[in-house]
């Protein structure tokens, strides 16, 4: 028998090292390589024998075989696929980078066949990853339909190989993988499992699973177990699959162990295809506001082999809550195969992803508006985040708002295209008010005219509404007016002040209060209060400012405008003293006493609560005199 030593056939031996120690970012990756190669040649023993039945030989069931042996620190993978002549061992083993899968696809297609089975490999280097756990990788391969050619290669990664004839009983190919000290952990039971589970569990082809050991006294050798479930619920046709499949695959891919809200399962054929099963969950969970956590929900496979979890190429992040699988055939993936490479079909699938998960909520709405609220109770604060991230769907997302109104009972929820519906001809904008609460803002002033005038109010009272504020400006070709900002003006005749506020009041107000206000003025959305602060319409507000002093960004204080209210007695009776002595000290404690009401009803701290507590204590002895 002849021993043939060989240097592989690229030059550099760098570009080995490359592939070996910096091509992949996790060593468990090379059992994925291994079994993907497996189920290639698998798929490509069944594609010829379609029309060349001695291919089959005697074996017509397909079977992919790990072995693991602690003692003697050994893997095999072993298939029995296609198999490699010497030949194309050397073309396709002793040459990186050189792909016996893509140069059969190439040959498929340059013969015009109108069926091709469906490969993983495409760049010829996932085999090299072994190297990454292995101090030398043996492999004996014959091709099927051919025994009396069989070819052992072997090498440890150095740079050269050695090729001989063997014989082998078998079509496919073994690879044994002589584990390095470090990577024994590959020879545990568990850790196979764990990775076949995590990367091969929907291989359509069995999986199976042998360790080799010392069979106690009395007991049979160990068995080979399948140990991939096979069951790539996303191939199958919807009208097959029952309820309880659902729910078992939503388990499994979510941890959760709970029933999902909604499952979505398409496929898309043409010039680009991919199929999909999602999930909308019932319950957010700890994770959903965790970034990290948040990015591993839609699991990616390529031909049923997993690639990754963190799938944001694909699905926008105000979706973060899906859970599920996407495949494709079609998916560019980098070299490693450990990413996708962005290009019009990884745009196409997020897409249509988007369009299929906007449409099912939209449905839901209209037509079960109770699960939907469910829904929006626990994912709508993720959800409003698309208003600044999906410009292409903006539209759609303003439909699926909800948000609670003045005029509704508490917890009753109301779109804004209900709010259209119920808003009087005179309404020419729809309100809305921020605020830390529905409590806060039922009591705030600044609502006081709106509510005369027969006008809603919605209540944007979750944290990041404020923030996205900016982003709902129309909705319908109606103007959103925040009515605790300038800027908002009822129509005439809606709400008229009966009096009009005095000009030497409002400027003692203003001297007194000097640089904590911008300005003070007469208030038309005042009825009932006697003042109220009011912020300029672009300007950050109180709640925004903790944000970022949270933060550590310091920002400048904005100043807001002390609107007063002519017809209250307050400010009638300041009117008169101000008449009578504009230079009286209590204009200068009645407008500090204003100014700090006008934060607390604004859900403000007073900055001297002492000097606020004071003056109350002095305004009751007053009025108890």
Not at 248 to 259: A, L, M, T
Not at 348 to 369: C, Q, W
Request: charge should be negative.
């Amino acid at each position: 028998m002849t021993v043939e030593h060989k240097k592989f056939k690229t030059e550099v031996k760098q570009l080995l090292d490359l592939v070996i120690h910096s091509l992949y970012s996790n060593r468990e990756i090379f059992l994925r390589e291994l079994v993907s190669n497996a189920s290639d040649a698998i798929d490509r023993a069944r594609f010829e024998a379609l029309s060349n039945q001695a291919v089959l030989e005697t074996d017509p069931e397909w079977d992919i075989l790990i072995t693991v042996d602690p003692k003697a620190r050994t893997l095999t993978v072993a298939d029995n696929g296609i198999g490699m002549s010497a030949q194309e061992v050397e073309a396709n083993i002793g040459t990186i980078a050189s792909s016996g899968t893509r140069g059969f696809l190439a040959e498929l297609r340059s013969k015009g066949a109108a069926l091709t089975p469906e490969l993983i490999g495409q760049f010829g280097v996932g085999f090299y990853a072994a190297f990454m756990v292995a101090d030398k990788v043996t492999l004996a391969t014959r091709r099927a339909g051919d025994p009396a050619a069989g070819t052992r290669w072997e090498s440890a990664g150095d740079g050269d190989y050695t090729l001989e004839p063997v014989a082998k009983e078998k079509r496919g190919t073994t690879i044994t993988l002589h584990l390095k000290e470090d990577a024994a952990e590959f020879c545990e039971e568990w850790m196979i499992r764990k990775i076949v589970k995590k990367y091969s569990d929907f291989v359509e082809h069995p999986v199976r699973l042998l360790v080799v050991g010392e069979a106690k006294e009395g007991e049979e050798a160990a068995k080979p177990e399948t140990v991939n479930s096979r069951k790539a619920l996303w191939q199958r046709p919807k009208a097959e699959i029952p309820a309880e499949e659902y729910a078992d695959f939503y388990k499994h891919v979510s941890h959760d162990f709970g029933e999902p809200l909604e499952t979505l399962h398409w496929g898309v054929e043409g010039t680009s295809e991919f199929k999909a099963l999602l999930y909308i969950p019932k319950n957010a969970g700890f994770g959903l506001f965790m970034p990290e956590q948040g990015k591993h929900g839609v699991h990616l496979y390529v031909k049923r082999v997993f690639i990754t979890d963190n799938c944001e190429a694909i699905r926008p992040e105000y979706l973060r809550f899906l859970r599920g699988v996407v495949d494709s055939a079609d998916l560019p993936l980098n070299v490693s195969r450990e990413m996708l490479q962005e290009n019009k079909l990884v745009r196409t699938i997020r897409a249509n992803l988007t369009k299929k998960v906007l449409d099912t909520l939209g449905e839901m709405k209209e037509r079960s508006r109770d699960r939907y609220e469910g829904f929006w109770k626990e994912f709508g604060t993720v959800f409003k985040q698309g208003l600044r991230e999906d410009f292409a769907n903006t539209e759609k997302i303003k439909d699926l708002l909800l948000f609670e109104s003045a005029n509704g009972a508490p917890g009753k929820l109301l779109s804004l295209g209900e709010y259209l519906t119920l808003m009087p001809d005179s309404q020419k904008e729809i309100y809305f008010a921020t605020g830390e609460g529905r409590q806060a803002l039922e009591n705030a002033p600044h609502l006081e005219a709106f509510r005369k005038a027969g006008y809603d109010v919605l209540f944007f009272t979750d944290p990041v509404d404020e923030w996205l504020a900016p982003d709902l400006p129309e909705y319908k070709g109606k103007k959103l007016r925040n009515v605790t900002r300038g800027g908002v003006d009822l129509p005439e005749g809606a709400a008229q002040p009966e009096t009009k506020a005095d000009s030497a009041l409002i400027a003692a107000l203003k001297g007194a209060l000097g640089d904590k206000v911008a300005e003070v003025k007469e208030s038309r959305r005042l009825t009932d209060s006697a003042c109220c602060l009011v912020y300029d319409e672009h300007a950050l507000s109180p709640a925004m400012e903790r944000v970022y002093k949270a933060m550590g960004r310091p920002v400048p204080t904005a100043k807001g405008t002390l609107e007063i209210n002519p017809g209250h007695p307050v400010i009638q009776k300041l009117t008169a003293v101000v008449k009578a002595d504009a230079a009286s000290a209590k204009v200068g404690e009645y407008a500090e006493l204003l100014y700090d009401q006008a934060l607390l009803t604004a859900g403000q701290p007073v900055a001297d609560l002492l000097a606020f507590t004071r003056r109350v204590s002095q305004l009751m002895a007053d009025g108890l005199a």
